[in-house]
C-alpha cells in the first residue's frame, strides 16, 4: 500500500518518445481507456499503420477519426477491425484478416479486458473475465507471434508484444484445491469455483494469469527469440472498466474515494504500455512485469512452489484449450513454441 502510495501521488510517469517510422501497430480494446490512448501515442510517433481492435465499430469508427488527427505520418493508414474476446472464434477471423494482408507487425498490444463480479459464461463456454481477459488475450498472440517473428527476420528489427495485465495481480493467489483440478481453466469456469467470494478475487486471478502466460510464453520462445514478450501495469486509472463493479453502498464509495484520492488519468497510465512497447534494452524486458516505468518484481505468489506449479499448469491448459480451438494456435504451439 506504501508503494501504491507512492507510485500514484508522486510519480508521473514521463511521456515515452520513439520513431515509429513505416511500423505497424495493433491495440485491442482501443476505442477507449487505455488503449486508446496509447494508439494515440503510437500515431504521434509516426506509426504508418495502426489497427484498433474493438468489439464496437461504431465506436471504435469514432476513435479512428480521433487517432487520425493526431498521427505525424503523412500517409497513416488507421484502422478499426472488428474482434470480440467472449468469442474465439472473432479472434480468429481478426488473425486471420491480418495474416492475410502479408503486411509486418511491429507492436501488439494485447489490453483489452473486463471486470465484474457477476458470473457470466461465454458463447465458448468459459467464465467470460478468463475468457476476455486471459484465453482470448492468449490466442491473439500465438496466432500473431509468427507475424511477430517473421517482421524481426525481414526488418532485422525487434517487435514487441504487450500483454497488459495488473498490479492486481499482488493481491491474486490460487487455492489449493483450485491446483489440483487437472482442467485448471475449465474448473474455474465452473459454477462450483464462481461463488459470489471467488467472483469478487476474479479479475486479480486473470491479470496474475497474464503475469504467468507472459512468463511462459517468454520461456517456450526462449532467449534468443526476436520478439521480447513482456507485461505491464497501467496504475490505478480513470476509466470504465470499474463501471461494473463501483455501484453498491459500500463499492461505490470506496471506488469514488479511491479515484479521487489515487486515480491517474488514462493518458497518463498510456505511457506504460507504450514503456513496455518500446522502452528499455530488448534483453532486459523479455518477460519482464513492467510498472511506472521501470521492470518490477512479480507478485510473490508466482515466486512460490504453488506459483511455479499454477504457471506450468496454466500454460499446459491454455495450450490444451486453443489447441483443440484452432488448427493454426496448435501448429504455432508445436513448431515456435515446443509445446
Ligand atoms: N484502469 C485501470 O485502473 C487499470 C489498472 C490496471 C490494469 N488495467 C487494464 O488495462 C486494460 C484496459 O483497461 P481500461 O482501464 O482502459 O478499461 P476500459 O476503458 O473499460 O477499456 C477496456 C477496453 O476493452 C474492450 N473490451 C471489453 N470487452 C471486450 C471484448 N469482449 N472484446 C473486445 N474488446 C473488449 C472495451 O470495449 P468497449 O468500449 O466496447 O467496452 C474497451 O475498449 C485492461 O486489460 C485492464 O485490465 C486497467
Redesign the pocket.
Known amino acids: 500500500m506504501t508503494q501504491f502510495w507512492k507510485d500514484q501521488r508522486c510519480t508521473e510517469p514521463p511521456v515515452v518518445e520513439g520513431d515509429l517510422t513505416g511500423k505497424t501497430v495493433i491495440v485491442?480494446?482501443?476505442?477507449?481507456?487505455?488503449?486508446?490512448e496509447a494508439t494515440k501515442h503510437f500515431a504521434r510517433m509516426g506509426a504508418a499503420r495502426l489497427i484498433l481492435?474493438?468489439?464496437?465499430t461504431e465506436?471504435g469508427e469514432a476513435a479512428v477519426e480521433a487517432v487520425k488527427q493526431v498521427a505525424s505520418a503523412p500517409e497513416a493508414i488507421v484502422e478499426c477491425w472488428y474482434?470480440?474476446?467472449?468469442r474465439m472464434s472473432?479472434v480468429i477471423d481478426f488473425a486471420n484478416k491480418f495474416k492475410a494482408d502479408g503486411g509486418r507487425l511491429d507492436i501488439l498490444v494485447c489490453?483489452?479486458?473486463?471486470?465484474s463480479f457477476k458470473y457470466e459464461v461465454s458463447p465458448d463456454g468459459y467464465e467470460a473475465m478468463i475468457q476476455?481477459?486471459h484465453l482470448?488475450t492468449a490466442l491473439l498472440s500465438v496466432l500473431l507471434l509468427p507475424t511477430l517473428q517473421k517482421t524481426a527476420q525481414d526488418t532485422n528489427t525487434m517487435p514487441r508484444l504487450v500483454i497488459?495485465?495488473?498490479?492486481?495481480h499482488y493481491w491474486a493467489k490460487l487455492q489449493v484445491k483450485e491446483l489440483q483440478q487437472e482442467d485448471l481453466i475449465k474448473a474455474l469456469s465452473s459454477e462450483e469455483f464462481c461463488t459470489a467470494a471467488n467472483m469478487k478475487e476474479r479479475?486479480q486471478v486473470t491479470?496474475l494469469f497474464?503475469v504467468l502466460f507472459t512468463r511462459a510464453l517468454t520461456a517456450h520462445v526462449g532467449p534468443s527469440f526476436p520478439v521480447v514478450i513482456d507485461t505491464v501495469?497501467?496504475?490505478?486509472?480513470?476509466?470504465?472498466?470499474?463501471?461494473d463493479i463501483s455501484s453498491g453502498l459500500v463499492m461505490g464509495p470506496t471506488m469514488f474515494l479511491m479515484e479521487k484520492l489515487f486515480?491517474l488519468t488514462?493518458e497518463v497510465?498510456s505511457r506504460q504500455l507504450v514503456y513496455a512497447a518500446l522502452a528499455g534494452k530488448p534483453d532486459e524486458m523479455r518477460g519482464q512485469f513492467v510498472s511506472f516505468s521501470q521492470t518490477r518484481e512479480v507478485g510473490d505468489f508466482i515466486l512460490t512452489e504453488q506459483g511455479k506449479q499454477a504457471e506450468e499448469k496454466l500454460w499446459a491448459n491454455t495450450v490444451k484449450i486453443l489447441s483443440d480451438f484452432s488448427p493454426d494456435a496448435k501448429a504455432v504451439f508445436q513448431e515456435v513454441l515446443n509445446a
Open positions: 485491442t480494446g482501443a476505442n477507449t481507456g487505455l488503449g486508446f481492435g474493438c468489439r464496437n465506436k474482434i470480440d474476446q467472449m472473432t489490453n483489452a479486458g473486463i471486470t476476455v481477459n482470448s497488459v495485465s495488473s498490479a492486481m479479475y491479470k497474464n501495469d497501467p496504475g490505478f486509472c480513470y476509466s470504465s472498466i470499474r463501471n486515480a488514462t497510465g
